[in-house]
């Protein structure tokens, strides 16, 4: 970000004075210069501070160092002082792109320090800074930290090719250009967005245009929320210039390597001239495609799941000088997150000749990050080749080492990053930073031709995972079971396809049975035990038991247990379980003894559920109850499960003495007999 004169002077010399030997007495400490060096070898070779890795219009890599001279004169390289004191201003990296820019207009108060044929390198305060955008120029202002150099590349080396993968395939069919243009509209003012439930039209996202830049934070942030993504705003600001803004950022997680993070992103802000950038700046290809691209991306890889952590990222401040980005970048390094792949997009909707050609910035070669970056664009290649899109796009790897979009704050930091964009040397956007930038200049068939690539690009750098093909079986413990034992269900689920997580595994207790327990952290509500949040490998198994009671049932009843199912998070199918069928057995003995009061008769109440008891008498064996013959002695109210029932027939030894049979009944719902007990008989005369 911007810093003060004094604050770059306390930083820069408490680093390298710390570095250096005391001065002799009388000697002064030397300032810092800001110095140019053509390289001849690998830049991580220079033992100084390098604040920016550069190519000039000859093909010739070179860096910028600030550091004092005799910090220089030790390492030993040519250098060429641009600034002999570093003290004095902030520095900004400008590249020719509009007209005026091309033409080599240039603000008042601009120093210029270097001219290396693409580009100047100048001394500018933000005023006169943002001027320069104005005219057309591409910026980006001067670290105020050293750049980082990574230890080894992020990313392994890109293969020769990929092979498709269905489910990409899928992703990148889902792109269609009327959805692309339906966004570039909206982002764009091309007709009202829906923002908090009403319509607004963002007229300009110029980052300093209050109400407007806000709806337009607002609109990306409700679009990720609805699609469930954890979304969150990052605020940041710069007391020097005044610059303040905030970004938008969506996180999916990875499943297996989830600490390995992979960054979608664009710039939302815009500009036009200064007189119409707070009510009038389109921006339609500079840079609404770029975030239509993100969130197309975001719209269709959050239904899938991938290994790595992706993250939809929005910044605003990028056309004062990437404030946005390198606020974010500089949480990341601090926060030692482990980056693997930024893919950010800037102007991808622009090609009037047909090419359809496009651009994929690297560093330079010199740069230790040069073959980070190589493989994710070559991965953007192989994407075009193997899915059918090669062509519709040609893609030119540009080992340029330009700046000038928010890929540059993560380079700053040592992340592998690239920037895609339309053909920015050869074909470049005649409207740019102006207010004709707009929807119907787009060429909207190469643009969604790149949002397709980009989409696929995205999905391959997340690695994606085949989905869960989850089954579910289930056995029981016994056939046949008797009303009121205990009855054990074993539900086992197999994973064959990919990694599955939010698993849940749903059973409903089947008619005739209550619940008793579940293992695994399985509740019951509604009726149904439910185990949740599971995670299953592929190909793995796992088991999970319930315990049920089974209460009072007919007599051979079935209990039918059919209503089980297993799902998963990114499975979009839901899977039963073939029916499982135990038989009821609802014994019941039936006892006889002569009491003082006649012939009593007991037996066991074995189950819940039950209406009543019904006891029957007759002359004859063999009784049936309710059928003629039989005579109904008496309605008995169940007792409590397990304790015994009983029934007095006082009259079973009256004269004439007389050989009674009897048979309870067990009546349950609906008045239906579901279990009749054994028969027992008594002779009066025998007692």
């Known amino acids: 970000m911007w810093r003060s004169i004094a604050y770059r002077t306390t930083m820069l010399l408490g680093l390298l004075l710390a570095l250096l030997p005391m001065p002799a007495a009388g000697q002064s400490a030397q300032p810092p210069v800001l110095a140019q060096i053509v390289l001849a070898g690998p830049v991580d ?4 501070p390098v604040y ?22 030790r390492a030993g ?13 902030d520095y900004v990296i400008a590249l020719r792109r509009g007209a005026a820019a091309r033409a080599g207009v240039l603000p008042a108060g601009l120093v210029v320090l270097h001219d290396d044929g693409r580009r100047i390198i100048a001394r500018a305060a933000p005023a006169p800074a943002e001027t320069l955008a104005e005219l057309g120029y591409d910026l980006q202002r001067l670290p105020a930290e050293p750049l980082v150099w990574p230890a080894a590349p992020a990313l392994p080396s890109a293969p020769a090719a990929i092979t498709p993968d269905p489910q990409v395939a899928a992703m990148i069919g889902q792109v269609q250009q009327s959805i692309v243009y339906t966004y570039t509209g909206q982002i764009s003012g091309a007709w009202p967005a829906t923002i908090g439930g009403s319509p607004y039209t963002i007229a300009t996202r110029y980052t300093p245009s209050g109400t407007p830049i806000t709806k337009a934070t607002q609109y990306v942030y409700e679009h990720l929320q609805a699609l469930g993504l954890g979304v969150s705003y990052q605020n940041w600001s710069d007391a020097y210039s005044g610059y303040s803004g905030r970004n938008v950022i969506a996180g999916q997680a990875g499943l297996t390597r989830p600490a390995e993070i992979v960054l979608i992103t664009a710039h939302l802000d815009d500009t036009s001239s200064w007189l119409y950038r707070m009510t009038n700046a389109p921006g339609a290809d500079d840079n609404a495609s770029g975030s239509v691209g993100v969130l197309v991306a975001a719209d269709i890889l959050s239904r899938y799941r991938f290994e790595r952590t992706v993250r939809y990222v929005f910044f605003t401040g990028e056309e004062q000088g990437l404030y946005g980005s390198e606020a974010y970048a500089d949480a990341l390094s601090a926060a030692g997150e482990n980056v693997v792949a930024v893919y950010n997009m800037d102007m991808i909707a622009w090609d009037a000749t047909g090419g359809p050609t496009l651009r994929l910035h690297t560093r330079t070669t010199s740069n230790p990050g040069y073959g980070a970056d190589l493989a994710i664009a070559q991965l953007f290649g192989d994407v075009l080749t193997a899915y059918g899109l090669a062509s519709s796009l040609t893609p030119i790897i540009t080992a340029s080492g ?17 920037l895609a964009i339309e053909d920015d040397y050869d074909d470049f956007n005649d409207y740019y930073h102006t207010t004709s930038d707009t929807l119907d200049r787009l060429n909207m068939t190469y643009y969604t031709n790149y949002v397709r690539a980009s989409v696929g690009t995205a999905a391959h750098l997340a690695g994606p995972l085949p989905p869960p093909a989850l089954r579910i079986g289930k056995s029981a413990a016994a056939n046949p079971v008797t009303v009121g034992a205990g009855l054990t269900y074993t539900l086992r689920v197999t994973n064959t396809g990919g990694i599955a997580t939010g698993v849940t595994i749903s059973d409903t207790l089947p008619a005739y049975t209550q619940f008793a327990w579940a293992d695994g952290g399985g509740s019951l509500a509604g009726g149904s035990v439910t185990w949740s949040g599971l995670t299953l490998a592929a190909g793995a198994s796992i088991t999970r038991t319930l315990g049920v009671t089974v209460a009072c049932a007919p007599d051979g009843a079935a209990i039918v247990n059919g209503a089980y199912r297993v799902s998963a998070s990114g499975w979009p199918t839901v899977t039963l379980g073939a029916a499982v069928t135990v038989t009821a057995g609802f014994p019941l003995a039936l006892a006889i003894q002569k009491t003082g009061g006649g012939a009593m008769l ?18 004859a064996p063999y009784l049936t109850p309710g059928a003629p013959g039989s005579v109904k002695l008496a309605d008995v109210t169940p007792p409590a499960v397990g304790a015994a029932a009983a029934f007095t027939d006082t009259h079973a030894f009256d004269s004439p003495p007389t050989h009674y049979f009897y048979r ?10 579901w279990a009749r007990s054994t028969e027992v008989g008594v002779f009066s005369f025998a007692w």
């Open 52 to 73: 920016a890795c550069l190519q000039d219009a000859a093909g010739q890599d070179y860096v910028l160092v600030i550091a004092p001279r005799n910090q220089l004169d």
């Open 402 to 418: 330009d700046p000038y979009s928010d890929h540059a704050s993560f380079w700053a930091k040592g992340y592998p990053a690239i």
């Open 45 to 48: 070779r220079l033992d100084l």
């Open 602 to 619: 007991t037996w066991r109440h074995p189950c819940s559920g039950l209406t009543r008891y019904e006891v029957y008498r007759a002359a």
């Open 664 to 673: 309870v009944a067990a009546v349950g719902a609906g008045g239906q007999q």
């Open 77 to 89: 390289w040519p250098y060429r002082v641009l600034d002999a004191d570093a003290r004095s201003g």
